[in-house]
């Protein structure tokens, strides 16, 4: 028993993730107008922050672990 | 629909008894209606959340028995959105409504308290210098029409009817609402410009507290001139207009009275509300507020008292992105250059050979012309957002 997915895997999830979470979050945002969304706007843009610099970190990772130093 | 006993007219009797019985079982089916309406207009909970987390859990669960994609593509997922959706989730959102009828009635009822005590004149709103302390806030109303200011030492004593210059002395509706702007903006207004009010109060509106689409505020010599769309008090200051005679330039309105609040606090000086109007389709309101006395200017705040985080979020999603973007472009850049110069490779090799084996394809196949695109499209979202965004915000000059 082992956890199927790849490190490679985790960061495609993750870029997938972070774009529709910036686009959401900025789509939202209130100079678009009133969106009628219920939801704490804030805590969202700063979700996608947080899965977009988890991203970044873990492609660092990966360039780090497939540069022949 | 719910099952309802709906009484016809014509099955009316006129006798007390079945009169007291109809209106039973009209009201019975009142409250029925009303929950079927609540059941319409309810707000999201935090049960999908729970909901997705469980399922989320059970598939991540399968994957790791069968050692299988799909269900732990599907259970990462899952569970991520449930707890991203008890983390997003509305706790402090109220109908915008509910302002205009929990305090139209005590509005009303001061103003024609002003009213009817013959304070025909403007509201002064008085600088901090007139009140114990710095949050502190006074709106003086005298008796005639012109604008006389009290004495500080007259204020001081905390009267609430002043005998020279005869008028009253009252707490401003809005006092409350510009500490708040103070918060949330983790400034002191008291050692802020009124260029940095101009600057700071369109993003507060517009982003930070979200009650209003629109705002602009310009100054011309010492008149004040702010505009505000789509406000969520223009409803109340429209009723406050019909109620009352008056209302806006003595006693204002909370969001009115708050601006003032904070023009005397940055400029040190007494400041009137000069006039106030709404526009035909209820959608834009023009206040004008007179600076009494010349404006002193002030340094913008050294040390601010604190700022929410979530404050900065919108321009750091656009600073990340126009980053990275550069980044990834400067790169590129330094790579064909790099490609050319060195290996004597003409563009379209560089642009869409394989790099299989090399780290640039982090393993999936990913090729120069990818790194391009991601890096063009970051770098021109930000740019055009960041336009998008100063054409929105309407800052004054």
């Known amino acids: 028993m082992q956890f199927p997915l790849s490190f490679s895997d985790i960061i495609l999830w993750l870029a997938i993730t972070a774009i529709i979470l910036l686009a959401t979050s900025e789509l939202i945002s209130p100079y678009y107008g009133k969106t009628n969304l219920l939801i704490d706007k804030n805590r969202l843009r700063l979700a996608a922050l947080g899965v977009g610099i988890v991203f970044i970190v873990t492609i660092l990772v990966q360039i780090y672990l497939m540069t022949p130093f | 629909m719910p099952k309802t006993n709906r009484v016809k007219n014509s099955e009316i009797n006129y006798d007390p008894m079945t009169l007291v019985e109809t209106i039973q079982q009209l009201e019975t089916e009142n409250e029925e209606l009303r929950h079927e309406l609540w ?8 049960k999908i ?4 987390l469980f399922f989320g859990a059970i598939a991540l669960v399968l994957s790791i028995i069968y050692t299988s994609y799909v269900p732990a593509f599907v259970g990462i997922s899952l569970t991520f959105w449930g707890a991203l959706f008890l983390f997003i989730k509305p706790t402090k959102y109220v109908k915008a409504h509910l302002l205009e009828s929990t305090a139209i009635s005590t509005f009303t009822n001061i103003n024609r308290i002003i009213a009817n005590m013959n304070y025909k004149g403007k509201g002064i709103y008085l600088p901090p210098q007139y009140s114990k302390g710095s949050k502190d806030g006074k709106v003086f109303i005298p008796t005639k029409e012109e604008s006389t200011i009290p004495p500080v030492k007259e204020v001081t004593q905390e009267k609430l009817f002043l005998e020279n210059p005869k008028g009253i002395c009252l707490t401003p509706s809005g006092l409350d609402l510009t500490n708040m702007f103070e918060y949330e903006l983790g400034a002191d207004f008291t050692k802020s410009s009124l260029e940095y009010l101009q600057n700071s109060l369109p993003k507060l509106f517009i982003e930070g507290l979200e009650i209003a689409e629109t705002f602009e505020m310009k100054k011309r010599e010492s008149t004040i001139h702010v505009t505000i769309s789509n406000s969520i008090y223009i409803d109340f200051c429209s009723e406050a207009k019909i109620l009352t005679k008056n209302a806006c330039s003595s006693f204002a309105c909370p969001l009115c009275s708050s601006i003032a609040c904070a023009l005397t606090r940055v400029t040190g000086k007494p400041v009137i509300i000069k006039k106030n109007s709404i526009s035909a389709d209820r959608k834009t309101m023009h206040i004008y507020y007179q600076i009494l006395g010349t404006i002193k200017k002030v340094s913008m705040p050294s040390k ?5 985080t979530g404050f900065f979020l ?3 999603v656009g600073l990340v992105s126009a980053t990275l973007g550069s980044i990834i472009l400067a790169w590129v850049g330094w790579l064909t250059w790099f490609d050319i110069t060195t ?15 090399e780290a640039i394809s982090l393993g999936i196949g990913v090729r120069v012309i990818h790194y391009l695109i991601i890096g063009s499209v970051l770098f021109l979202s930000s740019i055009l957002l960041f336009f998008r965004k100063r054409k929105g915000a309407h800052l004054g000059d």
Do not use: C, Q
């Open chain 2, 49 to 52: 959340g729970y909901l997705l």
């Open chain 2, 343 to 357: 290996w004597n490779k003409d563009l379209a090799l560089i642009f869409f050979g394989s790099r299989t084996g």
């Open chain 2, 314 to 316: 919108p321009n750091l």
């Open chain 2, 39 to 46: 059941k319409h207009k309810r707000k999201p909970t935090g």
């Open chain 2, 304 to 308: 601010p008292i604190m700022r929410p």
